[in-house]
């Protein structure tokens, strides 16, 4: 079974603060995908990151960076600089490549305060 | 803009009352899903379409049922809804089966009372 932990039910955060949310998975499977979805107070989920179980390299896109570390099932997520438009609820989810769904983490709010 | 609309974004039901739900996608997506989410339970899915007609259970199938007729529209229905469904529902649509990136709908937020 796989199952993805995300431990920090609520962040808060002052603006320009760094912040890191953590995601924890579990699967048996060697092939995998990890995703990371950001859902507004708009309520629209939206796509941040996909990472392939074979690909470790750290990404860096603007202010967001992923910390994927197979050692410890971790795939962590920090804003650096964090904004008010940050404010969210942030989603780790996992998918073993053949199966036909996402595993969903409970999801991280977090709010960015000036 | 590619996008995923679902028709209602609240809706106030009675109990015993036949609920609709209905999303339509215009990215020519394969596949279509319908996902509860709930305060501390994350996402969890409900249903998932592969192709016309075609559907299959997903995690948490029991007191709904499904349709998709058209490639492009698939239906959430709760046959007698209940309190316990009161709920945010999220229907989403993808390219492909497997690690393909979910495109999402706005909710719809339903109140069952």
């Known amino acids: 079974a796989q199952k993805v932990t995300q431990a920090q039910t609520e962040i808060s955060v002052v603006e320009k603060e760094d912040v890191t949310l953590d995601c924890v998975y579990e699967?048996?499977?060697?092939?995998?995908?990890l995703f990371w979805y950001k859902q507004p107070p708009s309520g629209e989920l939206v796509f941040l990151i996909r990472?392939?179980?074979?690909?470790?390299q750290n990404e860096i896109s603007g202010r967001y960076s992923w910390n994927f570390q197979k050692s410890t099932s971790s795939f962590n997520f920090t804003i650096t600089a964090s904004q008010v438009v940050d404010s969210a609820v942030y989603f780790c989810?996992?998918?073993?490549?053949?199966?036909?769904?996402?595993?969903f983490g409970t999801g991280t709010r977090l709010q960015v305060t000036l | 803009d590619v996008k995923v609309t679902q028709s209602s974004r609240y809706l106030v039901k009675r109990t015993g009352e036949k609920v609709f739900l209905e999303c339509v996608q215009d990215?020519?997506?394969?596949?279509m899903f319908w996902y509860r989410q709930d305060p501390g339970l994350g996402l969890r899915l409900i249903y998932f379409?592969?192709?016309?007609?075609?559907?299959e259970k997903g995690d948490i199938p029991e007191g709904y049922s499904v349709s998709r007729e058209k490639k492009e529209r698939f239906s959430l229905i709760l046959e007698s809804a209940s309190t316990n469904q009161t709920s945010m529902y999220l229907c989403?649509?993808?390219?492909?089966?497997?690690?393909?990136?979910?495109?999402f709908g706005a909710g719809s937020r339903l109140t069952v009372l």
């Open positions: 699967t048996r499977d060697t092939t995998y995908y």
């Open positions: 989810a996992l998918n073993t490549g053949t199966a036909s769904k996402l595993t």
């Open positions: 379409s592969y192709d016309v007609k075609m559907k």
């Open positions: 989403a649509s993808s390219l492909m089966l497997g690690a393909n990136v979910l495109t």
């Open positions: 990215m020519d997506h394969e596949n």
């Open positions: 990472r392939n179980s074979f690909d470790e």
